[in-house]
């Protein structure tokens, strides 16, 4: 096999005195050439650390070191840490402060982490989706800094005189010129592999070290992965070489090991050399490996195969291991130069009984299910209280907390707080309008149709799109970005639930631009029926409602079902049964449908309705609460014989049901004597 060329760790080290605060430092020790192609290198980031390294001197202002990990779950972090996995983040966890942070609807990272970097909400940052429009030509790329409408708090940083070191962050290509260093997110080859990389570094003489961290810290090898997956290195090797992009759960994996490597190593020496006031570091791989192997964690699902569980239930707990190990190096430096550390994500995850078999994390239309609101925050080092239990933020508290922390302005129209159970002595920020701070980004190309396509591929095979949208739209014209349709019914989702009556209006003109954008988009159809419901407008909410069905909403038996128990439970039965009898003629063979229809109609002392409504599956249904509703009508019908034999048959699929256990003891007393018992 042909030899990989060496490629040295640091060539960021030639490049200090391009940046304005640069420092000399230790440089990491290089490891010698691999002997195959193949070959694990003999360190990797997690794994290698300099020995010694300049420290930030001591006194004057302490800096913060803010870590954000995509997608990190207190259940699942909890589980690890008292198996002994995570011993980093368990020190953290016992020594310093922790929360748990609120994010909101819609769950989508660059939003949410657009609004930790800024403290504003996206109706006001107006980042809202995975693309944006370009200006001129319609086409759908993916979304840039160009779209932020508001200065994040490294331009405030810098403005006020703080040096910044800004590494991956959601939404921030090109790089921003800051006072310090910006790596833009693109250096992840996870979503952005194959993207230009013109104005991936601010000053533009860190990418080609940043590229050749890449190349060397982003491959990872087969037999590396046989670490983290109980998969032979043949299996491997074909799967890598199947074509299949990230929609392969191992070049998924591979991926994403490789992304964290990169970007921890770039930030871990541009810090380094810098020893930056303020240093943020974004992590992706978090989530994803919760979208691609949530299934496959103990204990095991129901749909996951015996095969795919032996093969991929390790795959978390040991990428996790890995981050734990670059979370104690981080530690390191916050100890040594008397930094505050700062770890959050921007929503929670589900790992446990909460998971579901019929909602896939790689279905764009059931992705975000896996998503939770709670998050997780925690504070380590310089000026942290050391809490004794787990307080409550959210994700507006984050950048006030870190302005505060670094004595800067918060922009006046943020809405978070200090995060006090953290920082119970530390002041409130001043307000002020900062929009007058000047956001200089670099120069870069545009993204090509084809560059642009790969992209969405990538969110496809992650779930992050449905396949359905078009790739262009009319050009909005301008100088700025455009919302795509997503982006408008994003906007009018956020608006809509968390602005409240005041903003239903603005709500509803967001739906309906998304709408103008593509009229068969059926999530604005259905967040729009949640809207008119709630505002006392039912007639247009069904109506709404049974559009967003036909064009696609997943699950349609089972939303309808869903909203038939929630009119009924608002004192609404009319309204129930109209959803309920239009659900059954659309979707006959849907049992949820029919079983809940059966059973309004039961309420309303109509037995023999009931009975019609549920009767086609009495032969073939496998549900046992199907069963327990046709056997309750066999009794309401004078058919006592029956309904024993239907609560029967319910019970031999679903023993412990005390319900229909007293029914059929009750039924069986009641027979006359000599009766057959079927």
């Not at 790329?141 to 490294?154: E, N």
């Not at 093969?311 to 930094?339: I, K, N, P, S, T």
């Not at 009767?615 to 058919?639: K, M, S, V, W, Y």
């Not at 029956?642 to 319910?650: K, T």
Request: net charge neutral.
């Amino acid at each position: 096999m042909r030899r990989r060329p060496f490629l040295p760790i640091l060539a960021l080290a030639a490049l200090p005195a391009a940046l304005s605060c640069g420092r000399s430092g230790e440089r990491a020790a290089s490891s010698g050439p691999s002997p195959r192609a193949t070959a694990v290198p003999a360190a990797h980031t997690e794994t290698e650390d300099v020995a010694s390294r300049t420290r930030r001197p001591a006194g004057g202002r302490a800096p913060v070191i803010w870590l954000g990990l995509d997608g990190l779950d207190w259940d699942l972090l909890d589980r690890l840490a008292a198996e002994g996995k995570m011993p980093n983040w368990k020190r953290i966890t016992e020594e310093g402060s922790t929360a748990k942070l609120k994010a909101f609807v819609p769950i989508l990272s660059p939003v949410i982490w657009t609004t930790l970097a800024t403290g504003i909400g996206p109706d006001l940052h107006r980042v809202l989706d995975f693309q944006e429009v370009d200006p001129k030509t319609g086409q759908k790329v993916p979304i840039s800094g160009r779209s932020r409408a508001v200065p994040a708090i490294w331009n405030v940083a810098s403005a006020e005189g703080r040096t910044v070191g800004v590494v991956g962050w959601w939404g921030t290509h090109p790089a921003e010129e800051v006072k310090g260093f910006f790596v833009s997110d693109h250096a992840s080859p996870i979503l952005f592999e194959g993207l230009p990389k013109n104005g991936l570094a601010y000053p533009a003489s860190l990418a080609p070290g940043v590229e050749q961290i890449t190349a060397r810290e982003g491959t990872v090898t087969d037999e590396e992965l046989t670490r983290f997956a109980d998969v032979p290195v043949s299996e491997i090797a074909a799967a890598r070489a199947s074509g299949n992009g990230l929609r392969e759960p191992l070049i998924a994996l591979a991926r994403t090991i490789g992304a964290t490597r990169v970007s921890s190593r770039v930030a871990r020496e541009l810090y380094d050399r810098n020893l930056p006031d303020l240093m943020m570091l974004y992590l992706e791989g978090t989530d994803v490996v919760g979208h691609v192997f949530a299934a496959d964690v103990p204990p095991r699902l129901a749909c996951t195969s015996d095969a795919d569980f032996a093969r991929y239930r390790r795959v978390v707990d040991e990428y996790y291991a890995l981050v734990d190990r670059l979370l104690g190096q981080w530690m390191r430096r916050a100890e040594e130069d008397g930094a505050t550390l700062i770890v959050n994500s921007d929503h929670g995850f589900k790992w446990g009984e909460d998971r579901s078999c019929s909602r896939d994390s790689l279905n764009p239309a059931t992705a975000g299910f896996w998503h939770r609101l709670d998050g997780v925050f925690a504070a380590w080092g310089a000026r942290v209280r050391r809490g004794s239990g787990r307080g409550a933020a959210t994700v507006f508290d984050v950048a006030p907390t870190v302005a505060a922390l670094l004595d800067l302005p918060l922009d006046r129209r943020a809405t978070g707080t200090v995060i006090q159970t953290a920082f119970p002595d530390l002041v409130s920020p001043a307000r002020k309008d900062l929009s007058s701070i000047a956001v200089r980004r670099l120069a870069t190309d545009g993204v090509s149709e084809q560059e642009a396509s790969e992209y969405t591929k990538k969110l496809l095979a992650l779930g992050y799109l449905s396949g359905g949208e078009p790739g262009k739209l009319v050009p909005p014209g301008g100088d700025r970005p455009g919302l795509t349709e997503g982006g408008w019914n994003n906007l009018g989702l956020y608006l809509s639930l968390s602005g409240g009556p005041a903003r239903a209006k603005e709500a509803e003109a967001a739906f309906h631009k998304a709408l103008e954008l593509r009229p068969d988009y059926h999530s604005p159809q259905f967040n729009l029926a949640g809207l008119l419901r709630r505002e006392g407008r039912d007639r247009e909410a069904i109506d709404w409602l049974f559009r967003s069905l036909a064009s696609g909403h997943a699950d349609p038996g089972a939303t309808a079902a869903t909203w038939g128990i929630e009119y009924q439970e608002s004192g609404k039965p009319a309204r129930a049964r109209e959803i309920l009898e239009r659900a059954a003629a659309q979707y006959p063979t849907d049992e949820r449908v029919a079983r809940q229809l059966a059973v309004l109609r039961f309420k309303g002392g109509d037995c023999g309705s009931a009975q019609a409504a549920v009767a086609r599956f009495e032969g073939t249904t496998q549900d046992p609460d199907t069963l327990n509703i046709l056997a309750l009508l066999a009794t309401c019908t004078g058919r006592p014989e029956a309904a024993i034999g239907l609560f029967r048959r319910s019970l031999a699929l679903k023993p412990d049901q005390p319900g229909a256990i007293r029914s059929l003891e009750m039924l069986e007393k009641g027979l006359p004597a000599g009766s057959e018992k079927h």
